[in-house]
């Protein structure tokens, strides 16, 4: 959750440390720091808020070092103050580490050091973990292995990085359960904890893997296990360009990335939707053909915005390969005794492919014998590598804390899985032709919605001053009710709800009255009649509607405070339009009340703990 990045190399250090705390600072961002070896010593700067503050309080110093570690963070224990940032030091205050992850154990760990006469200025369980490893280094003279003998030790995760001012030629960087990538540059290596903060200056980069441990030293790097046993390293090639990472003109990168989504769900086809034949080709299932021809069932799991994906999932796999679909929270499934038979197939869903609750529900199927897939952005990354096979969404970095463009390439990877193992089994050519032609024209849809952001901007004015907000949705366009009420709750702050439209009367339709905004999806499927009279019942208690609707429909006009337009499109489709306006009406809102839309308070953008 929190971000890491370390650089060992012949340039001065500090400015690449600044930039690539700022690329990963979607991350985590409640407080920032840096360590670099400055004379004989440590030099260590590091605060409670944000990295351009970090910057001005480096500013005019000279530190020359070209070795040095950075990390910015995203609270678990102990409060965002300044002691509890990172870097932490041991003891003697010469060894510093930033760490990802959790220890679990350090309660016991700051037990003994504490008998030992050890003394600890923080809250955190990273500082445990660095006295921990400098007690080891007094003891045997040898950094390497007090990392290692601290790493075998230590419970829970971590993705980190040592540096000592005993040994400034020297970077340690390690992982268990936090991804840690590795740029190889000539003569340098960025260690860091996603891609972004490498991209702009290598594109060569390798990934460790659990209990692995890379020294990087400016003229080469080894790799071992924890416990010492010597691993290869597989150099990959970063596939997305700076300008993807970047705002490029937009005041925000959820704004941005809302923005890609005609082109995103258009590369989530591209070469995968044979739309003349009605048939889709996915490669990254090829190995699993049969496994899936035969599976029984689907389990569709992920968290959140994953989550809801998955909900749509299941509405289009039943309706178009007839097989039974379910769809569980990661962070539940791992802890319960799910029942699996080896004709199950479980399909992960992640955005940065690293959640520790759908990455532990991956391990937990697979143990039980099941087929797992993963539907992942990220390449390489811990869920890609985990699973049996999978297919990426290709929606290039996603920056913005809250998710937009990651979910509607997952709807499109979805659509096409859906329509794969349909016709597997009983769907027509001529059917899967209809829906693959209709994909086809949904990039150009998402664009008319786009083009009308001042008006849904109109919308997010008359209602920012809300404190709740009720969203509703029948059918497939109920887990986009929920998606809906996710965003606007997680950027503006303001309560809102996602409900089945027919689940109103059950209760929620107490709270309405003339001071709670309902948005109301309501296609003209075959439940739209059902809908506008949920719509009629909200009014009749005073309550203010915002339709999206078809264009150019009179009925909802005629009942809805307002309407937002979406083009037509086949009913099982509109998911894809329909949560395009609630993304938008999401960021205006939280523009409007002021709210920091890319890092939204206590959030952070790849939740690796649990
Ligand atoms: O990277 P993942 O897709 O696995 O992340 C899952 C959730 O943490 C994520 O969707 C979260 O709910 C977003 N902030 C929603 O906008």
């Not at 930039?19 to 070896?37: C, F, Q, T, V, W």
Request: net charge negative.
């Amino acid at each position: 959750m929190c971000g890491i990045v370390g650089y060992i190399g012949h340039r001065t250090a500090l400015p690449l440390l600044l930039n690539g705390l700022k690329r990963l600072e979607y991350r985590g961002y409640d407080s920032a720091g840096i360590a670099l070896p400055h004379g004989e010593g440590l030099y260590i700067v590091k605060h409670a808020g944000t990295v351009a503050q970090l910057e001005s309080m480096l500013n005019g110093l000279d530190l020359p070092a070209t070795v040095g570690i950075g990390h910015t963070r995203w609270a678990t224990h102990g409060e965002p103050i300044d002691r509890n940032a990172h870097p932490h030091t041991d003891a003697s205050g010469r060894l510093a580490i930033v760490h990802n992850g959790i220890i679990e154990n350090y309660a016991t760990l700051k037990a003994k050091l504490q008998e030992d006469g050890y003394a600890f200025r923080s809250d955190t369980d990273t500082e445990v973990l660095a006295v921990f490893i400098g007690a080891l280094y007094e003891q045997y003279g040898d950094i390497e292995l007090a990392v290692r003998t601290a790493l075998s030790e230590v419970q829970g995760t971590f993705g980190l990085v040592v540096l000592s001012a005993d040994h400034p030629d020297i970077l340690i960087a390690a992982r268990r359960g936090s991804p840690i990538v590795i740029g190889v540059g000539n003569g340098e290596y960025i260690v860091a904890s996603d891609a972004t903060a490498i991209v702009e200056y290598t594109r060569s980069v390798f990934y460790l893997t659990d209990d692995e441990l890379a020294i990087l030293t400016r003229s080469g790097c080894q790799t071992k296990t924890i416990d010492d046993i010597p691993t290869s390293a597989e150099l990959l090639e970063l596939e997305f360009d700076l300008e993807r990472i970047e705002k490029g003109g937009y005041p925000h990168f959820m704004l941005k990335e809302i923005h890609e989504q005609p082109e995103t769900f258009r590369d989530a086809c591209r070469g995968r939707l044979l739309a003349h034949e009605g048939n889709i080709k996915l490669g990254g299932l090829r190995s699993v053909e049969q496994t899936l021809r035969r599976a029984n069932r689907l389990i569709l799991t992920g968290c959140g915005t994953s989550w809801h994906a998955a909900l749509v999932g299941e509405y289009w796999i039943e309706e178009l390969a007839r097989l039974p679909v379910e769809v569980e929270y990661a962070s539940e499934f791992r802890y319960r005794n799910p029942v699996l038979s080896p004709d199950d197939v479980v399909v992960a869903i992640s955005q940065s492919g690293e959640t520790a609750d759908t990455l532990a529900a991956v391990r937990e199927a697979q143990m039980r014998g099941a087929t797992v897939l993963g539907i992942v952005n990220v390449v390489g990354s811990s869920i890609a590598r985990e699973t049996h096979a999978g297919v990426y969404i290709h929606a290039g970095p996603e920056i913005g804390v809250a998710s937009t463009k990651a979910f509607t390439s997952q709807l499109a990877i979805l659509m096409l899985l859906a329509l794969y193992l349909g016709r597997m089994r009983h769907l027509s050519a001529t059917q899967a032709q209809e829906i693959a032609a209709e994909m086809l024209r949904l990039p150009d849809k998402i664009q008319t919605i786009l083009s009308r952001g001042d008006f849904i901007q109109d919308i997010a004015r008359s209602y920012a001053h809300a404190t709740n907000f009720l969203y509703l949705g029948r059918g497939v366009n109920f887990p986009i009710a929920l998606e809906g009420a996710l965003k606007m709750k997680e950027i503006s702050y303001i309560h809102a709800e996602g409900y089945p439209a027919a689940e109103m009367k059950h209760g929620p339709i107490a709270l309405i009255d003339e001071n709670m905004p309902a948005v109301v999806i309501a296609p003209r499927d075959e439940l739209y009649e059902k809908v506008l009279a949920n719509i009629e019942e909200i009014r009749a208690r005073r309550g203010k509607v915002i339709a999206i609707a078809d264009e150019n429909d009179p009925d909802i006009a005629a009942v809805a405070n307002h309407v937002i337009p979406i083009p037509r499109t086949l009913p099982l489709l509109t998911p894809v339009l329909t949560v395009i306006p609630l993304q938008l009406l999401a960021y205006y809102t939280a523009i409007e009340r002021g709210c920091n839309v890319d890092m939204p308070r206590n959030l952070a953008k790849s939740v690796t703990v649990e």
